[in-house]
């Protein structure tokens, strides 16, 4: 079974550029998440799709952020206009059911820096 | 708002020694609490969790974390430290009625020969 799979692994923009994201998750899993590790930080919550519906997005931190899960397949995280602060890992992770019924499995996550 | 507190950055222990990797929670309601483990350039992989059931909780590569409400702590210990064990550490926290992970600030473990 092939695992969440993130591309790029890497980018670095300069600020003010766009930059998209992409997540696959596991085959069949309707929940997906996305969450963000700034440098020497905590991991935190940015948001959390069932299906192709955003069921939380509490933890975007503005609107220059905007997540889509077209179809309930594969996601996309588009920054635009990225600033310094965005610079950090983001992780796509993707569940069966909820968190207690089924393993989150993790991305290997995509390193952003803004420049 | 709940939080989850990890004390140690990092932590570094000789090959065969005791791992002690202390997490705290903060919520009058004990949330379900998870223990994640990262490799370098891995993604985050699941640990152990706890779910009310037992308190002390047992997970993969010998691993286990004991859950002790009057200390709010939830922390994580292995025996004899391996070096495969050199990774980063995150406690995470399952608030009641959330799909959404609380995670704590992580500390690297450096294991010596």
């Known amino acids: 079974e092939a695992g969440v799979t993130q591309f790029p692994s890497h980018s670095v923009i300069e600020k003010g550029q766009t930059v998209t994201l992409r997540c696959d998750p596991i085959?069949?899993?309707?929940?997906l998440y996305w969450y963000r590790r700034v440098m020497g930080k905590e991991i935190k919550f940015l948001l959390h799709f069932v299906k192709e519906s955003k069921q939380d997005e509490s933890g975007m931190p503005n609107n220059r952020f905007l997540a889509e899960r077209t179809g309930g397949t594969y996601s996309t995280l588009k920054v635009q206009p990225a600033e310094l602060e965005d610079s950090g890992v983001y992780f796509c992770?993707?569940?069966?059911?909820?968190?207690?019924?089924?393993?989150?499995?993790f991305g290997n996550g995509t390193r952003l820096t803004v420049t | 708002a709940q939080s989850v507190t990890q004390l140690g950055s990092h932590v570094s222990v000789s090959e065969g020694a005791l791992v002690l990797l202390r997490c705290n929670y903060s919520?009058?309601?004990?949330?379900?609490l998870f223990w994640y483990v990262q490799y370098p350039n891995q993604g985050l992989q699941l640990l152990l969790k706890?779910?009310?059931?037992?308190?002390l909780v047992k997970g993969i590569n010998g691993f286990e974390a004991e859950f002790k409400k009057s200390e709010t702590s939830f922390h994580l210990t292995k025996p004899s430290a391996h070096m495969s064990d050199a990774a980063e550490y995150f406690c995470?926290?399952?608030?009641?009625?959330?799909?959404?992970?609380?995670f704590g600030t992580g500390t690297r473990l450096q294991v010596f020969p």
């Open positions: 995470a926290a399952l608030p009641y009625n959330t799909d959404k992970l609380i």
């Open positions: 085959s069949g899993h309707d929940n």
């Open positions: 992770a993707s569940s069966q059911d909820g968190l207690l019924n089924s393993p989150l499995h």
């Open positions: 919520s009058s309601v004990p949330p379900y």
């Open positions: 706890y779910t009310s059931a037992a308190t």
